[in-house]
């Protein structure tokens, strides 16, 4: 055999083909990365003027929104360059504090149990095949479903704790199967090695292995919650779209969230309001970036460990 | 040596604590939880849907024949079908976009991809995923509707089906590409290199090993893309538009299942009218649909995750 | 109950194992095994794949229960007590029956506290320092980590890990400590340090070893077990069965049966 | 080369050893007892052969064993081969003692009884080595047994010809003492041997060659 | 036992068994010198010790074969060790041989010459046995070829008595053949052994039983 | 180019190695090493863990480029060529020098696919069927799977999968194959298998394999090199080297270097 076919070959026919499969491959990523970022610089450019601006339409105005923590505290208005994010924000919070209550003792605790506990029968499999179904339910069903038990048949009525519960059985599928999958990531090994130690299987899940799984289980919390920040659709059903301009003070006020108020603005004629819409969406990213980023924190801090 | 009683007794002391079973119990609890809450979503939209055909105005035939979706108007209709081509019709604009998208990119980021790129772009992937979808309508509505749209083709209206279907292509694009790029890194290295040590290239080892190793992995993702789009709501709401009849053109308006609830939701429909409870035999038409593709997508994952375990 | 009580047990041996079989669901991995094993020996189980050696090893403190569908039949006594009793509690066996697996598995805590957890179930609360310090010695490990006793375990090498498991282990003050192939992830040098380790604990544990490696059981074992699988008749089910027992020196030279020969001799299949 | 075929090679060896040692047994002998000088030199050449093929089924060995873990038959075998060596080594030097001796003797007078009872125990050793190897070869157990009480009528004949001998010399009480010395003086000689063959595993241990003082 | 160990212990035994056929020389050489029938008897009593010594070191040998994997200079101490203790057993017998002797010929008047170099070959002997020992004990390459050489100085007393001993019979061209021939008998009677020593591979080859014919 | 014609090749040598270091990012993993590689025989790598035996076979048929941050320094000539030369490329490189690894790993295709997909990247379109067939038989495989040639490669057991990974590189005839313990994931008996073919292969082939088995170095390879990892003057890093490279039976009886004898002897650390 000669040597040559090393040196010469087909080296040159082959880098074409293999140069414009990877062109197509760069193009591909490209576009992908390239619409978030013309998202992202539209909300900004739109939006920051908002933020920053100084400027005074109309005669009686006097409340001067000129930065972005006024933004965050101001209540909404009928003018665009004075509607505060206010009560919206105040809503998000109480949400927030609701989903992370409920969600994390039975998001973590079906967890455990279906991971480290269940029998493996059908009962067990018809939970787990429920779970990745409501999983992908849409989320205007658990606005219908929120509508009907929470609202009605609870008569919380169109309240903040209707919304939150609502979008507890959101993302509840979610930080599920985000925290069995914590659990599983921990080596088998780590429970045998409990086990053989004398330890009973409580001992062995609860000292061993939920410990080990913990930072995943809160990342899985975290992008729950991050999900659910964003969530609009099932909210509109709790009455978060009425012209809600004070701040919850029970949970059983009626509130809005920040997506709906930016839906809210989106819906009005007028230019302005764009830039007051954009501005609320830059909240709401920049919510969303520290969920993530606090996310992929705890991810890489904790992740190597196993 | 011991005493084979006193071992005895010692081996057969087991020791069980009030704590540990009050914890079980709630464990379990909660994970039952999960088949209430199925339960109860299929029970409302179902006793709501029972209603809704109850009304003589509201005929199962009229449900799925007739071509338009009125139930706010004098002479309400009721023409799902509508509702369902519209839905569809945007899904699919989505996928179109999506999918080769999505996986390409997945392509790149597992096979050719350096760590460091990698490390950078698929976080920004995961970003967009979970960027609120009331911004991609926004996005939609405000950007690629006047500045991609109208600009290139003339005519088309300010709501339409073509942005919308765009822009939840654009959404579901992490979700294919992340759940592509597991599928593919799910497919031991050891394949790649046994290619690769074959004097297969790169594009040949990703196109014919890679690949169809981890196929059903793709369609997996792909068919979860589909549900994605096909339960949408905010995009189609804002950008969209409410066109309530049949109608196959992608520069008109369309009105999708989800955007029909929202609305009627918005309006003051009274609870228990015909409208009212319209909304949830359209709810118990998308839960079906996006229940058969949800169960279908689980099924194909779990196949091709006990292929390499 | 009472009956049991008149068992005459052997003071030189720790475990007897009488018609022993172990199914999963209706697959018998295992079956018809008979044999006793000498206390503050190290007994050997080799074999081929799959032949059920983890299987047994497994009875021999319960560990079987945890795996679904695995059932045992026949008896194994330990020191006189039936390990398969109604009564008896595995988690108590567990204690007194210790076990070291194939892959090192440190918890990922610090060295410290993956032997203080042992103890914590196993309410040896006081003395706690004394006793990691005596683990770690008995396990060969004190000298290399005694200034790092608070970093993460998984920072180790796979050999001092795996050492680290046996300080856990021994570290409850088991009898016996069973070894599931211990030294197959580790390299040569690694496996070398084990067993030496191993020659010095079983001056006070009875430890039984699966080991792959030929070489290893007979270098470092006592008495050594051989099996292997049978095809039944129809050529359908395949079962492990014990084909020699017999102290390691005359299974190596003077192997009873054919078969164990052919194993031994790398003649097999 | 698979273990099995390293095995058998080293056997093939010994038996190829064995029958060169029992040629020069015959040779040997006959030289002896046809005072055939010419058969007793080249009885003597022979050795060298002998001496190659023990060199290198020893050395075979310790590669064989080196790279390859025996045990049971395998190892039970291999070590036979090694020691069935050694013997047959020195039963190479015993045909060219009888070599020598008939360089030594060929025109000296000689007891007509005598050396018949030489000549029959040669036979007769002869008859044991190659048996001896016959029963190692087909693994004849009960062979091995038979041949081993040969040696019974070997010790037999050798004692009664020592008897013998001094009263063929004429004056049994003077010459009883002398000849039983002779035979002391021949065993002393071999046990020199014996210390340098230990010498020689010395030197195989430090070095690793094989090789003869 | 780590293999370090177990290579030790094997050498330790065979040069405990050293000492031994050693001693058992001494007592053989010296009884034969003194023409001590007592002392006679106890060598040949000590060799039951010496066949066990052997047996011992055999068994272990193979054991620790079956059970370590040698290579390099643990293997070629544990070939050199199984060889060695194969030369001392023979080294035994010779000592038995001398005992023997001593009882046949303590009350037969025995030329001085004669007796007085036997006396010295066999001091000779154990010399050489005793050095040869001590070379392989400390690897020493030099001394085991000084050893080595001693050899020269046996077989030179060696061939000088075979040609004395017909001149002191009284008839050099009558007793030269004899006196060779008795010497070819004891060395086929060797030869016997060898044999028999083969037959007893056979049927440790086949049960894995060292058991003497 | 023109002058690597005149290189003087020694007609029995299929690589001849100068100086080779190679180094990921600034660690340098093996350094020095200088050999050459016997055509049609086997020749083994052995030493500790992480000593570089993984690292400097790669680098025969450039499986390093395909290792972020990994360097090669120094020459590998492959009958001659310069295998590092600018000019030549990879992928025709390893057409020419197949290699095993250490998990098997066949494609999640057919028995008959997993050798076609390497026939028909190397244009080997021609009589596949007999192509196919003569692969599996050379690899001593061919009466096990003749029958079932569609069945998923997946469903055969482990050493029947390293089989069907060496059948597909001998497929596409190279000259060479290397193999990084490519038993270390099998049994014994599959073990075996794999070493007696070989034996087989080596008539043909040049073998360079990686083993952490003594033993088995000892018993199959022709030639055997030892590394080990030595310790930088002030301590802080560690980098492999050749340390003896010889002939197999010599390495094993008399090694030329202390460190040799003590690594094969187990009295390595
Ligand atoms: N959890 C299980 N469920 C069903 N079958 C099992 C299970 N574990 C093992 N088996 C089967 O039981 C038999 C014995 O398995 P086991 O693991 O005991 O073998 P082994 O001798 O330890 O093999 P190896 O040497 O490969 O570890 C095998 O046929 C295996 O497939
Ligand atoms: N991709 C890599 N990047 C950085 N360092 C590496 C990489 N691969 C190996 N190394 C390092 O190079 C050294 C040599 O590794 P290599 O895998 O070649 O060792 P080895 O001799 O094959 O070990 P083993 O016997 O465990 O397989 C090790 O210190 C290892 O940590
Ligand atoms: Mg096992
Ligand atoms: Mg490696
Ligand atoms: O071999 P020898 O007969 O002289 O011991």
């Known amino acids: ?306 | ?309 | 109950m009472e009956t049991k009580e008149t068992v005459q047990v052997n003071s030189e041996s720790v475990f007897n194992v009488t018609d022993l079989s172990v199914s999963y669901g209706d697959f018998v991995a295992i079956k018809n095994v008979n044999m006793d094993i000498t206390k503050n020996k190290i007994t050997a189980f080799i074999g081929p794949s799959g032949c059920g050696k983890s299987t047994l090893i497994r009875s021999f403190n319960r560990m079987n229960d945890l795996i679904l569908g695995a059932k045992v039949n026949g008896t194994i006594t330990y020191q006189g007590v039936d390990l398969y009793d109604k009564m008896v509690d595995p988690v108590q066996v567990r204690r007194r029956i210790g076990m070291v697996f194939q892959k090192p598995n440190p918890f990922p805590k610090t060295i410290k506290e993956n032997i203080t957890f042992g103890l914590k179930v196993n309410n040896m609360t006081d003395n706690m320092d004394d006793r990691v310090e005596k683990a770690l010695t008995q396990a060969a490990l004190w000298d290399e980590v005694k200034d790092d006793l608070d970093k993460n375990a998984l920072e180790l090498s796979g050999g001092q890990q795996q050492r680290l498991c046996i300080a856990r282990t021994i570290a409850v003050e088991p009898d016996t400590i069973l070894m599931d192939e211990p030294c197959s992830a580790l390299d040569p040098v690694a496996t070398k340090k084990i067993e030496d380790l191993m020659q010095e604990l079983v001056k006070e544990f009875s430890i039984l070893i699966v080991t792959h490696n030929m070489q290893q059981a007979s270098r470092s074992s006592d008495y050594c077990a051989f099996f292997t699988t049978k095809t039944s008749d129809d050529g359908k089910r395949r079962t492990g069965e014990l084909v020699e027992f017999n102290e390691t020196s005359v299974m190596f030279t003077t192997p009873d049966k054919e078969l164990t020969e052919q194993y031994i001799s790398g003649r097999f299949g | 080369m698979s273990l099995q075929e390293k095995i058998e090679n080293l056997e093939t060896d010994l038996h190829l050893m064995g029958r060169l040692v029992l040629d020069a047994l015959v040779d040997g002998v006959r030289a002896l007892e046809d005072k055939d000088v010419n058969r007793a030199i080249a009885t003597i050449e022979k050795d060298d052969e002998i001496d190659a093929a023990y060199l290198k089924i020893d050395q075979d060995w310790v590669e064989l064993m080196a790279t390859e873990q025996l045990v049971a038959t395998d190892l039970r075998l291999s070590t036979s081969i090694l020691q069935a060596s050694l013997h047959l080594e020195r039963l190479g030097d015993l045909a060219v003692y009888l070599g020598n001796t008939t360089q030594e003797i060929f025109d000296s007078p000689v007891p007509e009884t005598v050396h018949a009872t030489v000549v029959e125990m040669g036979d007769l050793v002869i008859d044991m080595a190659s048996s001896a190897m016959e029963s190692l070869k087909n693994r004849d157990k009960d062979l091995a047994l038979a041949t081993a009480e040969k040696d019974n009528q070997v010790n037999r004949l050798y004692n009664a010809m020592l008897e013998e001998a001094p009263k063929i010399a004429g004056n049994e009480d003077l010459f009883n003492g002398l000849f039983r010395l002779v035979t002391c003086i021949r065993t002393l000689e071999r046990g020199g041997d014996h210390a340098v063959d230990i010498c020689e595993l010395t030197h195989f241990l430090v070095t690793g060659k094989f090789e003869e003082f």
């Open chain 1, 1 to 306: 055999m000669s040597n040559e076919t090393l040196i010469t070959g087909k080296k040159a026919e082959n880098a074409i083909k293999e140069s414009l499969f990877l062109f197509t491959l760069y193009i591909c990523v490209t576009i992908a990365i390239l619409t978030l970022m013309t998202l992202i610089y539209d909300v900004l450019s739109t939006g920051t003027t908002r933020l920053t601006s100084d400027y005074e339409v109309g005669l009686i105005t006097k409340i001067q929104i000129d930065n972005p923590i006024d933004f965050l505290t101001t209540l909404d208005s009928r003018y665009p360059d004075r509607a505060g994010i206010g009560p919206a924000f105040a809503g998000t919070v109480w949400l927030m504090i609701i989903v992370v209550s409920v969600t994390f003792p039975f998001g973590t605790g079906a967890a455990i149990y279906l991971q480290e506990f269940a029998p493996k029968n059908k009962i067990t499999r018809f939970i787990e095949l429920n779970l990745t179904n409501l999983a992908g339910v849409p989320s205007v069903i658990y606005g219908l479903l929120g509508l009907a038990v929470f609202v009605r048949l609870a008569g919380f009525g169109r309240s903040v704790l209707s919304g939150g519960l609502t979008l507890t059985l959101l993302i509840l599928p979610v930080v599920i199967v985000a925290s069995r999958e914590a659990l599983k990531a921990v080596p088998d090994t780590i429970r045998q090695g409990a086990l053989a130690l004398g330890a009973t299987k409580f001992q062995a899940v609860f000292r061993q292995v939920v410990p080990s799984a913990i930072p995943g289980m809160v990342t899985g919390m975290v992008l729950g919650l991050s999900r659910a920040i964003g969530e609009t659709a099932p909210l509109i059903f709790m009455g978060a779209l009425t012209y809600v301009n004070y701040f919850p003070d029970t949970p059983l006020s009626g509130f809005t969230a920040i997506p709906i108020q930016v839906y809210n603005w989106i819906g009005y004629p007028q230019a302005e309001w764009k830039e007051t819409a954009s501005a609320g969406i830059i909240l709401l990213l920049g919510l969303l970036l520290i969920m993530n980023s606090l996310a992929i924190f705890i991810r890489n801090r904790y992740e190597k460990d196993l």
């Open chain 2, 1 to 309: 040596m011991e005493n084979v009683n006193d071992l005895r007794d010692q081996l057969t002391k087991t020791i069980t604590r009030p704590i540990e079973k009050i914890v079980k119990f709630f464990i379990t609890a909660s994970a039952f939880a999960a088949i209430l809450i199925s339960i109860s979503i299929i029970f409302t939209l179902l006793t709501e849907a029972i209603n809704f055909f109850q009304d003589p105005a509201v005929t199962f035939k009229g449900y799925f024949t007739a071509t338009r979706w009125t139930p706010t108007f004098q002479n309400p209709e009721y023409g799902v079908i509508v509702l369902i081509s519209s839905t569809l019709y945007i899904a699919v604009i989505a996928c179109l976009i999506s999918f080769p998208l999505g996986l390409f990119s997945a392509i790149y980021l597992s096979e050719f991809a350096t760590k460091r790129t990698r490390k950078v772009i698929k976080p920004v992937l995961e970003v967009l995923a979970g960027v609120p979808t009331v911004v991609f309508g926004y996005f939609a509505l405000n950007w690629i509707t006047p500045n991609i749209i109208q600009r290139f083709i003339p005519g088309t209206g300010v709501f339409n089906a073509l942005s919308a279907g765009i822009a939840v292509g654009i959404m579901i694009i992490p979700t294919v590409a992340s759940i592509s790029d597991d599928a593919l890194n799910a497919v031991p290295n050891s394949l790649r290199n046994g290619s690769l040590a074959l004097g297969a290239t790169r594009r040949i080892t990703s196109l014919k090993i890679m690949f169809p190793a981890a196929l059903s992995g793709i369609i997996a993702s792909f068919i979860l893309g589909f549900s994605r789009a096909i339960g949408e709501t905010m995009i189609v709401t804002i950008a969209g538009g409410q066109y309530p009849e049949l109608n196959l053109d992608p520069r008109s308006a369309m009105y999708t299942i989800t955007s029909s609830i929202v609305n009627v939701s918005l309006g003051d429909t009274p609870h228990g009218t015909t409208a009212y409870n319209a909304l949830f035999a359209l709810g118990i038409t998308l839960f079906i649909m996006t229940f058969i593709l949800n169960i279908g997508s689980d099924y194909i994952a779990r196949k091709y995750r006990k292929e390499y375990e």
